[in-house]
């Protein structure tokens, strides 16, 4: 699987749009893009994925570039709830075994 | 709604104990993953199942072993406890399939060994 980059923290005020990114430069043709986020003491809750086109669903939205090295998360109107640590991974699934790799992810403060 | 289960939520063993850590889900994933989490240092990958009785090595399967004879359950088993095992310990499991497919996961087991 290939590697990403975060940075390992950012803020956001609430109610602005949080973007996070994360380099993904070694990325091959058939891995996708995930994100998840780890809200204090709770297990990874998966947020969205995407391949090559731009994704949205209730949560967030995933922005991917043309080359597909690197990609923004963005959380269009934060809260305080939105205080996590989010994690960017690319797997690929080939209908075998399929490791699930994490790095350390970004820690996003939302703050009033 | 998935359900990935682990069996406790803290836990408190003695050094050189083994220790079983139990994970079980409800959905007929074929993957399953073991990972222990510590300040700084993220998520690591200990060990995964992609079918019963296999298994593959993660990135630190050291002082480790698990177990997979049913697909809806597995198993961390720590053979002598030490204290550097000391840990938040996390389960997940998805399906392996041609295309994309959401991880999902439990609670996780605070560890402490003493």
């Known amino acids: 699987d290939a590697k990403t980059t975060q940075p390992p923290s950012m803020d956001c005020a609430e109610g602005r749009a949080a973007n996070l990114p994360c380099n993904h430069s070694t990325i091959s043709g058939n891995e996708y893009v995930y994100w998840y986020r780890q809200i204090h003491s709770q297990g990874p809750q998966y947020i969205i994925h995407g391949l090559k086109n731009n994704e949205t669903n209730e949560m967030a939205s995933l922005i991917i570039t043309e080359d597909r090295k690197s990609s923004t998360l963005i959380l269009p109107h934060a809260t305080l709830r939105d205080t996590a640590v989010y994690y960017c991974i690319v797997r690929a699934h080939t209908g075998t075994a399929s490791k699930l790799t994490f790095g350390t992810g970004t820690r996003l403060q939302v703050t009033l | 709604d998935v359900k990935v289960t682990q069996s406790s939520r803290y836990l408190v063993k003695r050094t050189g104990e083994k220790v079983f850590l139990e994970c079980v889900q409800d959905m007929d994933h074929e993957n399953m993953f073991w990972y222990r989490q510590d300040p700084g240092l993220g998520l690591r990958l200990i060990y995964f199942s992609y079918d019963v009785k296999m298994k593959e090595k993660g990135d630190i399967p050291e002082g480790y072993s698990v177990s997979r004879e049913k697909k809806e359950r597995f198993s961390l088993i720590l053979e002598s406890a030490s204290t550097n095992q000391t840990s938040m310990y996390l389960c997940?499991?998805?399906?392996?399939?041609?295309?994309?497919?959401?991880?999902?996961f439990g609670q996780g087991t605070r560890l402490t060994v003493v």
């Open positions: 997940a499991s998805s399906l392996v399939i041609l295309g994309a497919a959401e991880a999902f």
